[in-house]
């Protein structure tokens, strides 16, 4: 094995140009570690706000923490993998790379069956969907539920899920072909954003939904609580438009005792039994046929600009993975 490979790296904050192709070392697998050969790796939204300085990181700096690959070495005191197995992670350290470092106590095994660019599509955005229906607002059987970004990576997995447990799922998108996309994943409705609050009062009769997933932000942030029932709990889990302004508590007494959350998925993530957990029920719903990944772009790893481009530019659906 040669002793360097290709890497994206960014020195500063900046936009999409600031990713940038160059050769580094290959990582070396520490006490607890793999070294992964990286087949795919999942791009995601969390990578755009570090580029931009909306969570700091150091530089210089190797995005990306969900990939697939196969384990080339395995560090000391590793027993659970060896050099050969196939395994994908949410949790990766610089993974927009051809070599990555991921904890052992991370590394997910994929089952058989699961090819790797389907693995890098799953982990981070399939454990989200997860831990929001199951943890954040545990979902029932007949409950109506408003998913933001139907036709994105979250969205698409989340409304297969949520179809599953017998949920009604209203969705929004913004064009016609996404549309189409979250209408397959099994979304009863499908709203597109202007007055997305008033057609769901009409949908369910006045009343509201039981749970909104907002991950897309300050746009959609007002719509979604006064989209919500009495009691209705609002999951504000990301900001694809941009963060939501403060917010003042008094709003959810007058919206009707209403309930707000925040939440991560590294905080859904707390031991090897609670990943385990999720990712299996993940990888083995795709394994059985019961849950579609939609990998809805593939760029080269070396175009790692036009994938943040792309996929904050609203252009993207499903998962945007990157091939080395
Ligand atoms: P998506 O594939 O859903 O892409 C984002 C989508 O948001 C777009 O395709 C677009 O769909 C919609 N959107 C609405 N307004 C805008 C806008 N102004 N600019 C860009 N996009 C917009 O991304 P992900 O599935 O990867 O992530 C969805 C959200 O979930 C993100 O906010 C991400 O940060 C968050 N997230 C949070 C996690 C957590 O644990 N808290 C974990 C994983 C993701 P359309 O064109 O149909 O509107």
């Not at 694809?240 to 508590?249: E, H, I, K, Y």
């Given at each position: 094995?040669?002793?360097?490979?290709?890497?994206?790296?960014?020195?500063?904050?900046?936009?999409?140009?600031?990713?940038?192709l160059r050769e580094v070392p290959i990582p070396v697998a520490g006490r607890g570690e793999l070294l992964i050969?990286?087949?795919?790796?999942?791009?995601?939204?969390?990578?755009?706000?570090?580029?931009?300085?909306?969570y700091p990181v150091r530089f210089p700096f190797t995005p990306g923490a969900e990939a697939a690959g196969t384990v080339v070495a395995v560090g000391e005191g590793v027993?659970?993998?060896?050099?050969?197995?196939?395994?994908?992670?949410?949790?990766?350290?610089?993974?927009?790379?051809?070599?990555?470092?991921?904890?052992?106590?991370?590394?997910?095994?994929?089952?058989?069956?699961?090819?790797?660019d389907v693995a890098a599509a799953l982990p981070l955005q399939g454990m989200t969907a997860h831990y929001l229906m199951n943890s954040t607002f545990h979902v029932e059987p007949g409950q109506t539920v408003l998913v933001h970004a139907g036709a994105g990576g979250v969205g698409l997995l989340l409304t297969q899920?949520?179809?599953?447990?017998?949920?009604?799922?209203?969705?929004?998108?913004?064009?016609d072909e996404k549309e189409e996309l979250s209408r397959v994943a099994g979304a009863d409705e499908v709203l597109r954003y202007g007055g997305f609050a008033e057609a769901v009062r009409e949908l369910t009769d006045g009343n509201g939904v039981d749970v909104v997933y907002d991950g897309v932000g300050k746009d959609?942030?007002?719509?979604?609580?006064?989209?919500?029932?009495?009691?209705?709990?609002?999951?504000?889990?990301?900001g694809?438009?941009?963060?939501?302004?403060?917010?003042?508590?008094?709003?959810?007494?007058d919206g009707g005792s209403l309930f707000i959350t925040r939440p991560t998925l590294k905080h859904h993530l707390r031991n090897v039994t609670e990943r385990r957990w999720r990712s299996s029920e993940v990888f083995n719903a795709v394994a059985s046929g019961q849950l579609t990944a939609r990998i809805g772009a593939r760029f080269p790893l070396a175009e790692a600009a036009a994938a943040h481009a792309a996929l904050?530019?609203?252009?993207?659906?499903?998962?945007?993975?990157?091939?080395?």
């Open positions: 094995m040669t002793s360097q490979c290709r890497a994206i790296v960014t020195e500063t904050t900046g936009g999409p140009e600031v990713l940038v050969k990286v087949a795919a790796v999942g791009v995601n939204f969390i990578e755009t706000y570090q580029r931009e300085g909306i027993e659970t993998f060896a050099v050969g197995d196939r395994v994908a992670t949410a949790e990766g350290v610089g993974c927009y790379a051809e070599y990555a470092i991921v904890g052992a106590d991370m590394a997910l095994p994929v089952p058989a069956g699961v090819p790797l899920m949520l179809k599953e447990r017998g949920a009604r799922v209203i969705s929004t998108v913004s064009t959609t942030f007002d719509g979604s609580l006064a989209s919500l029932r009495i009691r209705g709990t609002m999951v504000l889990f990301g694809a438009s941009g963060q939501a302004p403060l917010f003042d508590l008094q709003r959810l007494n904050q530019g609203r252009r993207t659906t499903g998962k945007v993975i990157l091939e080395p």
